[in-house]
């Protein structure tokens, strides 16, 4: 297994929700209503920055309220890293679009 996907499979890691413009829990509703949402794990080289599309069965978004800017979500959703498939699980609490996250490794 890739280096990068193994470590980032161990444990938990400091992530945050990556949106440009604006970094705001309006612009995280925005993306999630898409189905695709940006993570970056900050504790790598530079980050890791993965685009996630957003599994909505697996996702969850009853303790958030985007308008207060209160709750967190739990994203769940899939993508390939360095040629490596993995489901990122993300919880991110909406005050500061920062939270906690890893990957799992998907079996082919």
């Given at each position: 297994m890739?280096?990068?996907v193994q470590r980032l499979s161990e444990?938990?890691?400091p992530v945050?929700?990556?949106l440009r413009p604006d970094k705001t829990a309006t612009a995280l509703k925005e993306s999630i209503d898409r189905g695709y949402?940006?993570?970056k794990f900050v504790n790598t080289k530079g980050g890791t920055d993965l685009g996630v599309r957003l599994d909505p069965e697996a996702s969850n978004f009853n303790e958030a309220d985007f308008e207060r800017q209160t709750g967190k979500v739990h994203?769940?959703?899939?993508?390939?890293?360095?040629?490596?498939k993995v489901?990122?699980?993300a919880d991110i609490d909406l005050q500061t679009l920062e939270g906690k996250g890893h990957l799992?490794?998907?079996q082919q």
């Open positions: 890739n280096e990068l444990g938990e890691h945050e929700a990556s949402v940006h993570i994203l769940v959703g899939n993508l390939t890293l360095n040629y490596v489901k990122c699980i799992e490794s998907v």
